[in-house]
Structure formats: C-alpha cells, structure tokens
C-alpha cells in the first residue's frame, strides 16, 4: 500500500512537472521565473521580425522567400544554441541553464516547423509538387531529414517521454548531433557560392563537440588551456571546412579563401569569429561561479560595505 502511494506521489510529480513546463515563465516548481521568461521572449522575438513583412504582404512572394531563408537560419542558431547549454553551464556553473535547455530545443522544432510550411506555402500548397521536390532534390531531402528528426525529439520532450525511454532517451536525444550536421550540410547546399553563414554554423558545432570531447576526457572547462585549445582548433577547423567546400563544390578558387582566412579583415571571416568567440567563452568563465572575476568582483563589495564610517566631529 505504502510502495502504491509513493509510486502514485511520483507519477503525480511528473504530471505537475510536465504541466508547468508547458508555461515557459515557470520552473519546474512552478514558481514563476524572470530568467525563463527572457528567455522565452528572446525565442519570439526573431520569428515576429520574419513574420511580419509576409503577413504585412499578404504572403507575397518576396517576404515568403526570404522568410523561408531566415526561418532555416534561425532553426539552425537556436539548435546550436540548444547544444551550448551543456558546455555553458560547465564553463559557468551556472546550474539553472538546464531549465532552458528544454525550451530552446522545443523553439529549434517549432523554427524548423514554420520553415517547412513557408516552402509549401512558396509551392502554393501543392503537396504533390512539394514530396516530389523532396525526393528530387538532395539538399531538400537532408533538410527534410532533419525536420524528422527534430520532429522525434519534439515529441520525446517531455518528462512522460523520459520516464517511458529510461536510459534510451539519453541516447535518442543524442541525434541532436546528426541533426545539425544534417542541417549544416543543408545551409550549404542551398546557399550555393556564399557560404559564410553556413562556415559560421558548422564551426560553432565544432567547437560544441570540442567542449564535449575535452569534457570526456577529463578536461576541466573551468581551465584556461582547455577553453584555449578549443577555441583555437575550432578556429582552425572552420577554415579548413570553408577551403574544403569550395575546393569540392565550388568553381571558386579555394585557395584565395584560405588566404584570406589569415587576413584580419572586416566583416571578419567564419575562422576568426568562431577563434575570438571561443576566446570569448574564456572570459565568460571568469565570470562563472567561483570564477576569477567575479571572486573579485564579490571581495570588492564586501570592502566597501565593510569600510568604516567615521563619524564627523561635533
């Protein structure tokens, strides 16, 4: 009777947990959270701005197309973000970043979702039209992959989902790794001669993995080293995945692209970007819990509550 009512307090929990998390300005407490709140408007906010000019127009050709363009970026973005919060919370202990992690993979699906019905729109709804280009067309047939792809994550969400998988869901949502690879490779295919964005994209998922790997290794991602060797190898990376794309698909001499990947130029090149963000993360990590700045940060303002007032004479 007892092992029954626990069993019934637990399944009770999780049926709380998954109802508050439908709300995204409350964690799992149900309390109501500024942070996730801010996040959650951070996430409308881009997906408003695409929007907007397509219903403005009433679906003219123009704003749907280039709608469809910055949907597929911002799908890719917010994955990515998706996979940084892991690596995040290690380099800053910063504990409450899982509670947004949910959230954000959720957002990636719902960016891909309006994506895919920005194109069927573009094919004026024709769905004959649209499964044949998907099967026509290789780069359609990998972004369509990945649509399916975080369709199935989607839908393994939520804790009910957790409970059911067991160990399997760790593994499952793994794919999440597959998927930005897929869509990576998609951005390619379809932006053709510029892929700038694209290089950014798949250099960022480097130095994900990267952080992954130094992390499996035993690596502390509290270490200047290690968050030095990754930034600067994932710099590296970037460069030799934008000479590889234009030496393989391209009539663009690579070699020019490579060169100028050792210029410092502005706009910067995907390698530096990717090079100076991970140098960035340093300083993050500075910022972090029990980091270095804010130690000193904390010790300062205890001085200063602590200095003595002297009172004046009378």
């Known amino acids: 009777m007892t092992r029954a009512l626990k069993s019934g307090c637990v399944t009770y929990q999780f049926i709380l947990t998954d109802i508050y998390c439908m709300y995204p300005w409350l964690d799992p407490s149900g309390r109501f959270s500024f942070f996730k709140l801010t996040?959650?408007?951070?996430?409308?906010?881009?997906?408003?701005?695409?929007?907007?000019?397509?219903?403005?127009?009433?679906?003219?050709?123009?704003?749907?197309?280039?709608?469809?363009?910055?949907?597929?970026?911002?799908?890719?973005?917010?994955?990515?973000?998706?996979?940084?919060?892991?690596?995040?919370?290690?380099?800053?202990?910063?504990?409450?970043?899982?509670?947004?992690?949910?959230?954000?993979?959720?957002?990636?699906?719902?960016?891909?979702?309006?994506?895919?019905?920005?194109?069927?729109?573009?094919?004026?709804?024709?769905?004959?039209?649209?499964?044949?280009?998907?099967?026509?067309?290789?780069?359609?047939?990998?972004?369509?992959?990945?649509?399916?792809?975080?369709?199935?994550?989607?839908?393994?969400?939520?804790?009910?989902?957790?409970?059911?998988?067991?160990?399997?869901?760790?593994?499952?949502?793994k794919a999440s790794y597959g998927i930005a690879i897929l869509g990576a490779l998609h951005f390619f295919m379809q932006s053709k001669i510029d892929v700038s964005e694209a290089t950014l994209m798949a250099g960022f998922f480097v130095a994900l993995m990267l952080y992954r790997f130094a992390h499996w290794r035993g690596w502390s991602l509290r270490s200047f080293m290690p968050l030095l060797a990754v930034s600067v190898v994932a710099g590296l990376a970037t460069a030799g995945i934008e000479y590889a794309w234009y030496a393989l698909a391209t009539g663009v001499p690579a070699d020019r692209v490579f060169a100028a990947n050792l210029e410092w130029m502005w706009p910067m090149r995907p390698a530096w970007t990717v090079f100076l963000t991970g140098l960035f993360m340093i300083v993050v990590c500075q910022f972090g819990r029990d980091g270095a700045a804010r130690t000193v940060i904390a010790n300062v303002m205890a001085s200063l509550r602590l200095k003595p007032q002297h009172s004046r004479g009378g």
Do not use: C
């Open 39 to 173: 996040v959650f408007v951070a996430l409308l906010v881009p997906g408003i701005m695409l929007l907007w000019p397509v219903v403005l127009e009433g679906g003219a050709t123009i704003p749907v197309k280039e709608a469809i363009l910055e949907s597929g970026d911002w799908t890719i973005r917010i994955l990515l973000i998706s996979l940084l919060i892991t690596p995040l919370r290690r380099i800053t202990r910063f504990s409450k970043l899982v509670q947004v992690r949910r959230q954000i993979g959720v957002a990636a699906f719902v960016y891909v979702m309006v994506h895919l019905s920005l194109y069927a729109i573009s094919q004026n709804l024709d769905l004959g039209k649209i499964v044949s280009e998907i099967f026509l067309r290789i780069y359609l047939t990998i972004g369509f992959a990945a649509v399916v792809g975080l369709s199935i994550l989607a839908a393994t969400s939520t804790k009910a989902a957790m409970r059911k998988l067991g160990a399997n869901w760790s593994r499952l949502h």
